[in-house]
């Protein structure tokens, strides 16, 4: 690890300024995954500007029926809460489909939405990568590819968002909002927070120099039938080939958003109107224009089977 | 190696390899390259004052210690162990303020003024926390290097489950978890065990929970 100086802020617009004075400094939250990518030097931070002081660690029931999220309430703590177990079902779901229970315990909400991706070839850094190293060059594309991107990438890039929250987020139309250094707010819909990869694979979201997560807000509850399916090769503790985050009406019609194959939370307007016609009609607008891999071809049928897979799930609790 | 360099070489290693070489050619260009290199940044130290096992720690550490370091090496407590040390494998487990974390992936400066429980502060040799007799009892170990931590997550694993935290075995969200063999198994999924103690360890833990695993 790459040495670096220590301070903890006591207000997000505190931190937010902190890490905007110095230039190579980060915010450091549960640290699960910056401090994994400090230890291989991927990420070489000067200066962490530490977070958990700025008492953003609360979920409250916002004005219009909704649920605030606090950016530092841990992933274990939003999975539990009996608001969120109640109303947004699929975002525990999808929370506790991730990581293991130690990490759940540790990562935030923000940091989980800012998780970088687990491209074998991000993480070893004997080879080109063009999110790790702009401008040298892209190992997967050619290389083993089989967990990676087939929509949303690009000729520089085919990695994934590699989260499970941020589909149910997506599902849920999460709005992001943030603090800047000057200590001004903003609110940035869920759709527009992660970019697809495009010639700067390195800009992974649309968060500014030194522009701190506060809370992800909920809209009031959808109803329905909440499912999170994740298809992986172990039962537990692995990362998606195929994630689904779904909300299904009992008329069949609904909303679903897909992991492990793009960039960000891959949710199709198009897509979820033909739903009630099944789940072919359905992947296949939702996967127009995809561009597999030889290694992740396979991906375009797991997305078409876990759709009908959560449908009939979603049919057979209906009918219960 | 040639004083001329050879393609792998930076321009200015061989800049300066060529002036060393005028004076003994024997000398290696990357030697020469090591005494130029710019000022790497200082390690930073600091203060951090936590309580493990009842007892407080005052530590000065490099910023860049992780909680597992300070535990083992600052601290002499080497019950808990480094495994991957990338938080894949659980070997680094420790209850902080009761909940486990993996102590490998948090920074000691983290954990200003946080209670943290090892192992070493589960039980002793002569008075055995229930889980370590029952890890003893029901043969939950092989080589044993992976057991602190699988023993610090199984006495996790049962106050979530008692605590209601769910899990994605659980049937239904609405309806309290209970220590079934499915729910411990799949939330003791971040504790690799590579002697394949696991059918033992849930019976372990089947038996503490007083249940059947």
Redesign the interface.
């Known amino acids: 690890?790459?040495?670096?100086?220590?301070e903890r802020a006591s207000s997000p617009a505190e931190a937010a300024a902190a890490v905007a004075r110095r230039p190579g400094a980060k915010f450091?939250a549960g640290?699960?995954n910056l401090?994994?990518l400090m230890?291989l030097e991927i990420e070489t931070p000067?200066h962490?500007v530490?977070v958990?002081d700025t008492k953003l660690d609360r979920i409250e029931q916002t004005s219009d029926g909704g649920l605030r999220i606090g950016a530092l309430v841990t992933n274990?703590q939003l999975?539990?809460d009996e608001r969120v177990?109640?109303n947004y079902?699929v975002l525990?779901?999808a929370i506790?489909?991730g990581?293991?229970?130690?990490?759940r315990?540790?990562a935030s909400t923000a940091g989980n939405l800012l998780q970088r991706t687990r491209c074998p070839y991000f993480y070893d850094t004997n080879m080109p990568c063009n999110k790790r190293r702009p401008g040298s060059g892209c190992s997967a594309i050619g290389g083993v590819s089989r967990q990676l991107g087939i929509i949303g990438t690009s000729d520089a890039c085919i990695a994934t968002h590699p989260g499970d929250m941020a589909q149910a987020m997506r599902v849920l139309d999460a709005t992001v909002e943030t603090v800047n250094p000057q200590g001004q707010t903003r609110a940035i819909p869920i759709a527009d927070f992660h970019r697809l990869w495009g010639d700067t694979p390195h800009i992974e979201t649309n968060l500014k120099a030194g522009e701190l997560i506060t809370a992800v807000t909920l809209p009031r509850p959808l109803g329905g039938t909440h499912i999170y399916r994740k298809v992986r090769d172990r039962?537990?503790?692995a990362f998606a080939l195929v994630s689904i985050a779904a909300v299904i009406q009992p008329d069949g019609t609904g909303r679903f958003a897909v992991g492990g194959i793009a960039p960000k939370p891959w949710r199709v307007a198009g897509a979820e109107e033909v739903l009630p016609q099944g789940a072919k009609a359905s992947a296949a607008a939702l996967l127009a224009g995809a561009r597999p891999t030889e290694d992740n071809r396979f991906k375009i049928a797991l997305v078409e089977r876990t759709l009908a897979a959560v449908m009939a799930d979603a049919k057979a609790r209906n009918v219960a | 190696m040639s004083s001329n360099g050879g393609p792998e070489l930076s321009r200015r290693g061989v800049l300066v390899g060529g002036v060393a070489s005028a004076a003994a050619t024997t000398v290696p260009a990357v030697v020469a390259e090591a005494r130029t290199l710019p000022d790497?940044?200082?390690?930073?130290t600091?203060s951090v004052a936590f309580e493990v096992n009842g007892r407080r720690a005052d530590l000065d550490l490099?910023?860049?210690t992780?909680l597992l370091d300070a535990l083992r090496e600052h601290l002499h407590l080497t019950g808990t162990k480094k495994g991957c040390?990338?938080?894949q494998c659980?070997a680094c487990?420790v209850l902080v303020n009761g909940?486990?974390?993996?102590s490998?992936?948090?920074?000691a400066?983290?954990h200003q003024g946080d209670k943290i429980t090892t192992i070493e502060g589960l039980g002793t040799p002569d008075r055995l926390h229930p889980m370590q007799a029952a890890f003893v009892k029901h043969d939950g170990y092989q080589c044993g290097y992976c057991t602190p931590g699988q023993i610090c997550?199984a006495v996790?694993?049962l106050d979530?489950i008692k605590?209601?935290?769910?899990?994605?075995v659980?049937p239904d969200?609405?309806v309290r978890p209970r220590p079934t063999g499915a729910e411990m198994?799949?939330?003791?999924?971040?504790?690799i065990c590579r002697c394949g103690a696991y059918s033992n360890i849930a019976e372990a833990m089947a038996e503490v929970a007083g249940a059947r695993a």
């Open positions: 690890m790459k040495p670096f100086s220590y450091l640290g699960t401090l994994d230890k000067t962490l530490d958990q274990t999975a539990a177990r109640r079902g525990t779901r506790v489909a990581a293991s229970g130690q990490l315990n540790k039962a537990s503790y | 790497v940044p200082k390690p930073t600091m490099d910023t860049r992780t040390d990338h938080g659980g487990t909940t486990r974390i993996n490998c992936l948090s920074l400066a983290q997550s996790a694993v979530e605590a209601g935290v769910p899990s994605h659980q969200l609405a198994r799949e939330r003791m999924s971040g504790n």
